[in-house]
């Protein structure tokens, strides 16, 4: 059960939202879950809820963009039926289940005459055919027909069918579609091929060796088949060997879908080529929706749509005194006079939901249940950004800051002091509460911990300890111990930054006030792997660079590497990113030149981080705010690769491990696609905080029950002469309060598996301009981000998830 509202914003145009409280399926975590309907398309977010501070509806919609100068608010609609309408809005977002072109062609054959008049395929074509789905008989066929005929065999007697991950996908195979001897142009074929966004062309010969060693180009040409519905062909060969070998050919307006092609693009197993063909089709389908030609068309149907909806209900004489009831009233208790007839209007509206789900199912517009998609392996297989506990039970709930120190070990601050954390051994207590740690980094590849310290986030300095200090460190220290680290020149300090690991110098850009100061690490990575014995300095290894004064205070700091372009005249030099309250600059210490990149329009800015990503050596930044990614490249005089994409809730922190991008909420752990900001998946925790992300993801949560726990126990104090004691984890309170802090830890070899290049630009024989993949683009072995690179992981093993 949940509430609709309909109303206009300030520009006058219609809007439908539909609200939910989730609160039993969350694992103790309620949330506000909304949709907002408008021409742009549907808009999801997620909102913490608190039974003693219900939002109101203009408070949800303030969440939305462009959504919080609302002056009217809008009505709610009662009607049960309302929900078939919003059915019919959604499936205006694409489809659910699929039909995909698979088209015979012989090698050598130029024209979509030739190929469409194959009136039969070779052995290796059906094996293929096999490969994809089960043959069907057409006639009384009762699941999901993708525009085929089941009454009168006027498509054919037969076709291919399959489920795959819940979606039903039909295949229009060109060899069981009708076949007219007078007819050279095949036209009952091209109706159904010519409308798929998605083909298949398979390429057969009499030497399959051979044809499986030619690239792309001499292979098939994708303007050979005219129709202006295709926009994704898939070219598929076979050896002798029965290896697959892909390649994909996409329009130019056609955006990065994944899953990338591996290099070289052959398939040795059967099973693991359809898994990689059928998610590479879906993801074809769905971002050749986000192409101007249709995107454009699916905006004037949503407009139109919404309009006449939005006339219909307004003068529905239903519509009377509806806004006479708060928001909270229907989602908290009802009053007592009136319950039993909100219990009729909720048990109405439930069975019309019902019915509607069940029609939409039998028609094909939404998903059949994962237990028919044929291999329930699929529902247990390991996502890639599944997590394993780490340490069990974390003493402090308050965790300010946090860094990893090789494979297995954390150092992490607290309110109540500075822990070293190592798994399968007790924690241990390094600073007590007099160094209130607000940020800290482990440098590596100098040895070196930096923390900012101090007894408020505005009154920091800067210490630098040598590790092995830290690691030698058998009594607790205080902070009149460790007055010799403190940098002299960062009293005052509220936020610093240090510049990316692997780089040839080590930077550390530090804010005090409106002040602004870099430093530089005195010998370089290089010299120092060379001669690690040597570098032994802690403050005094920093060299003072710069300084310049900014016209406010800083919020956020991200130090660039190189200038805004291998040809212009900063290159080389140390540039920072600034963020203020709402807006960005770039300012380059040694000119003393700022830059403004971006402004934040809207009534409350939160500015939540800035990430700089590197494509072919260009800085380009991701500049988070609110609910808002915004894309944008540093060089003015480049191309612009400006969007912006959508959280569900308000990150707090957000972390990119490439091909993946994840904010983490006080609530939830929201994974997207750098390539697009298509959400991939979301975790809903209790009490979560990011807690490291230099190496692998570390996160705490006080829910033990999502991810397996593994079966390491904790070694206690173990006195001379005795034998080791274990013990095993506490268990959790029944109360989810009372449940510990418990930190799980995320592989990132595990999310960045395979990251190729998918688009490369082929012929301008035609005003299409296709692009095919067949290069691969490698990705540094330092975390430098680019989004360009690829779409979508390819998991080694086991099956792929398509993108929604």
């Not at 009607?79 to 809005?89: R, V």
Request: glycine content about 6%; proline content about 6%.
């Amino acid at each position: 059960v949940h509430q609709n509202y309909v109303g206009i914003d300030t520009d006058k145009i219609p809007f439908f939202l539909s609200v939910v409280v989730n609160e039993n399926s969350n694992q103790c975590v309620p949330l506000y879950r909304a949709i907002l309907f408008r021409k742009t398309g549907a808009h999801k977010i997620s909102l913490p809820y608190t039974q003693n501070k219900a939002l109101s509806v203009k408070q949800i919609l303030s969440n939305f963009p462009n959504m919080d100068k609302i002056e009217k608010g809008p009505k709610e609609i009662f009607s049960p039926d309302i929900q078939k309408d919003l059915l019919l809005l959604e499936e205006q977002e694409g489809s659910v289940n699929f039909k995909f072109g698979v088209i015979y062609m012989k090698q050598g054959q130029t024209t979509d005459d030739e190929i469409l008049s194959n009136e039969t395929g070779s052995e290796r074509f059906d094996e293929f055919l096999q490969l994809l789905g089960e043959k069907i008989r057409l006639r009384d066929w009762d699941n999901y027909r993708g525009g085929l005929d089941v009454k009168g065999d006027m498509t054919g007697k037969y076709s291919v069918y399959t489920v795959y991950e819940g979606h039903e996908i039909m295949f229009h195979v060109s060899t069981l579609l009708p076949y007219s001897r007078d007819n050279r142009q095949q036209v009952e074929r091209k109706r159904h091929i010519g409308n798929d966004i998605v083909n298949i062309v398979f390429v057969d010969s009499d030497d399959p060796d051979a044809i499986c060693s030619q690239d792309t180009h001499s292979l098939f040409n994708p303007t050979c088949i005219k129709s202006q519905f295709t926009h994704v062909f898939a070219v598929v060969s076979v050896d002798s060997h029965n290896r697959y070998r892909l390649s994909i050919c996409a329009e130019e307006a056609v955006p990065l879908f994944g899953p990338s092609l591996p290099c070289p693009p052959v398939f040795d197993n059967p099973q693991l080529f359809r898994d990689f063909l059928l998610v590479k089709l879906i993801n074809g389908e769905k971002a050749t929706f986000e192409t101007p030609t249709f995107a454009r068309k699916r905006e004037r149907t949503l407009d139109m749509l919404i309009k006449d909806l939005y006339a219909e209900h307004m003068t529905d004489a239903r519509m009377t005194m509806l806004n006479r009831r708060a928001f909270s009233d229907v989602l908290a208790e009802t009053p007592r006079h009136s319950r039993v007839k909100e219990d009729a209007r909720q048990i109405e509206f439930v069975r019309i939901g019902q019915a509607l789900k069940l029609e939409a199912i039998v028609r094909g517009d939404a998903p059949t249940s994962l237990a028919s998609a044929g291999s329930t392996g699929s529902v247990f297989k390991r996502s890639p950004w599944e997590a394993n506990c780490f340490y069990p039970v974390f003493p402090s709930s308050a965790l300010l800051c946090a860094d990893s120190w090789g494979d297995n070990r954390l150092v992490i601050g607290t309110e109540d002091g500075m822990y070293l954390v190592e798994e399968g051994n007790l924690h241990r207590l390094l600073f007590d509460k007099s160094i209130q740690a607000r940020q800290l980094n482990i440098v590596e590849s100098h040895g070196i911990l930096l923390i900012r310290a101090g007894p408020s986030s505005k009154e920091g300095k800067i210490y630098v300890f040598r590790l092995s200090q830290i690691d030698a460190m058998t009594e607790t220290k205080s902070r009149f111990d460790v007055k010799e680290h403190r940098l002299e020149r960062s009293r005052g300090t509220h936020l610093y930054a240090i510049s990316r690991p692997g780089g040839s110098r080590l930077r550390m850009c530090v804010a005090v006030g409106r002040r602004l100061m870099m430093f530089q690490w005195k010998h370089s990575a290089a010299w120092t792997a060379w001669c690690p014995t040597n570098d032994t300095d802690t403050v005094d290894g920093f060299n003072f660079i710069w300084e310049v004064m900014l016209t406010e205070n800083p919020t956020i700091l991200t130090v660039l590497d190189g200038g805004w372009s291998p040809n212009s005249p900063s290159h080389g030099d140390v540039l920072v990113c600034v963020g203020y309250k709402n807006h960005w600059d770039v300012v380059n210490g040694r000119t003393g030149f700022s830059k403004h990149l971006h402004t934040v329009e809207v009534g409350k800015p939160h500015l939540v981080t800035a990430l700089d990503l590197y494509e072919d050596q260009e800085v380009q930044l991701l500049l988070c705010y609110n609910h808002t990614c915004h894309f944008q490249k540093v060089d003015d005089s480049l191309p612009s690769t400006e969007f912006d994409f959508h959280w569900n809730s308000v990150p707090t922190n957000i972390v990119c491990a490439f091909p993946y991008i994840i904010a983490f909420t006080s609530n939830s752990m929201e994974i997207r696609l750098i390539v697009n900001g298509n959400l991939v998946h979301t975790m809903t925790m209790p009490k979560l905080q990011m807690v490291a992300c230099k190496n692998d993801i570390f996160f705490a949560t006080t829910a033990p029950e999502f991810f397996p726990n593994r079966t390491d126990r904790l070694l206690l104090d173990v006195k001379q002469h005795e034998q080791p004691k274990y013990s095993p984890p506490l268990s959790p309170n029944s109360s989810p309060e009372a449940r510990p802090l418990r930190i799980y830890r995320i592989p990132l070899h595990a999310l960045t598996k395979n990251s190729n290049s998918d688009h490369l630009a082929l012929g301008k024989e035609s005003p299409n301009v296709w692009k095919s993949a067949d290069v691969k683009l490698t990705v540094p072995n330092q975390p430098r981000v680019s989004r360009s690179a690829t779409s979508s992981p390819v998991p080694p093993k086991g099956k792929i998830s398509a993108i929604k």
